[in-house]
């Protein structure tokens, strides 16, 4: 068996483990990445906000991103009937990025891979990770098989876990928990989007609010391809007969907005059905490893929040192993675990009032609050950490209160 010694083992090539294991190689530290797939490779969570440019540019990878030609983002837009409810980025509480992308994250996780090995990381691809053991100073001992059944053992003093839905170390320490979000179901495709409108129609990525737990997402991207997915409750989405594909289809009967766009278009594979994707864990971080990402808590996927905790946190956790391998006292449970769950614990707020209905009765009044629309952008742009912000502060009860407000309204 071959063994490799190495600073920090990243678990995990996607935005998050290449995030950690670029701004780690910045600050001198040897960073080795293994991952379970081949790249190029389908994942969802196509949709950025604006808060995962700030990752990128300290990272290193703005300049390779810029020269991709991906769909610009600048805001979201929610339809439910004949009401819309539209948030330019541009017009928020918080100061930063007014924009972001709509990425193929086959597309988008290559040009990061490459982007790392090109600055000299090693990234073993088509490795699994076997086995973990930790010594008392948490130190690790990784096992890794390759796909033709070799094994390789590296050593490393820290663990970054940024696998995604792999959770490896939450599978292998028990750290899983249940989340407390409702049970959803998603099932998704992408389509060569042959009916795309001229301008900016074409461009916009949309929520279609079918009712008020079911909705469709439509995000297109620059290479005319499109994802389109519907979510909604597990019996709502097992409902329907046939196939994934003939699921999907009958569902797109729903959306009085993109059923002529979408009608009768062939799928580019066949549709993705992931049923009660909503993930936690017990804890964050451990005695040399540390969680980040997916790996850690999965939220759904209304609000496009996934590749910005990706990112948040695997920057500040290469952060915090950057000091404590250089001999700095890390205090993980306030730096770390206080922290991003504070942000988690935001936008699963938002997520609860969106299936509410609370949410949603906000989106839509007919009397827009434009200081309101402007708090409420800075969390839809991911900058759920601002504490000027009284939807951040107030968040598990100001959104209940105006919900309140308005529905007395009527």
């Known amino acids: 068996m071959n063994a490799i010694t190495t600073d920090v083992l990243v678990i995990g090539a996607g935005p998050s483990g290449c995030v950690a294991a670029s701004y780690l190689h910045q600050r001198g530290f040897e960073v080795r990445v293994v991952e379970k797939s081949r790249f190029p490779r389908f994942v969802i969570g196509e949709s950025l906000l604006p808060r995962c440019m700030d990752h990128f540019e300290e990272a290193g990878f703005m300049e390779a991103l810029r020269n991709c030609g991906f769909e610009i983002k600048r805001g979201a837009r929610f339809i439910k009937g004949a009401k ?95 989340s407390s979000l409702p049970e959803h179901a998603s099932v998704f495709t992408h389509v060569e989007d042959k009916r795309r409108p001229e301008g900016r129609e074409g461009t916009l990525i949309t929520f279609d609010v079918i009712d008020t737990k079911t909705w469709l997402w439509v995000i297109p991207f620059s290479n005319g391809m499109t994802s389109i997915g519907y979510v909604g409750p597990v019996e709502f989405i097992t409902s329907f007969p046939g196939t994934p594909g ?43 490893y540390v969680l980040t990402g997916n790996s850690a808590e999965f939220l759904d996927p209304v609000f496009s929040s996934g590749v910005t905790f990706a990112t948040e946190s695997a920057l500040l956790a290469a952060k915090l192993i950057s000091r404590q391998l250089d001999g700095e006292v890390v205090d993980w449970e306030s730096e770390y675990s206080e922290y991003i769950r504070a942000g988690v614990d935001v936008f699963a707020t938002y997520v609860k009032e969106w299936y509410t209905g609370n949410l949603q009765a906000l989106f839509f009044h007919h009397r827009e609050n434009k200081e309101v629309k402007k708090q409420i952008c800075a969390v839809l742009a991911g900058y759920v950490w601002d504490k000027t912000n009284p939807f951040v502060t107030k968040h598990n009860r100001l959104i209940r209160t105006v919900a309140q407000y308005i529905k007395q309204e009527k």
Not at 123 to 145: A, K, Q, W
Not at 265 to 274: A, G, Q, R, S, T
Request: with cysteine.
């Open 246 to 288: 003939e699921k999907l289809s009958a569902m797109l009967k729903l959306s009085d907005y993109y059923y002529e766009r979408f009608k009768d278009i062939d799928f580019c594979f066949e549709p993705v059905i992931i049923k009660n994707y909503s993930k936690s864990v017990k804890q964050l971080y451990g005695k040399g």
């Open 84 to 178: 819309v409810c539209e948030f330019d980025f541009s017009k928020k509480h918080t100061k930063g990025w007014d924009w972001t992308w709509q990425v193929p994250r086959a597309d988008f996780d290559q040009v990061l891979a490459n982007e790392l090995q090109r600055k000299g990381i090693d990234i073993l691809f088509e490795h699994e990770v076997t086995d973990v053991d930790f010594d008392d100073n948490g130190n690790s001992t990784t096992r890794v098989r390759d796909n033709e059944g070799h094994s390789l053992t590296i050593t490393a003093q820290y663990i970054v876990d940024s696998s995604g839905y792999g959770r490896v170390l939450p599978r292998m320490l028990g750290l899983d928990k249940p």
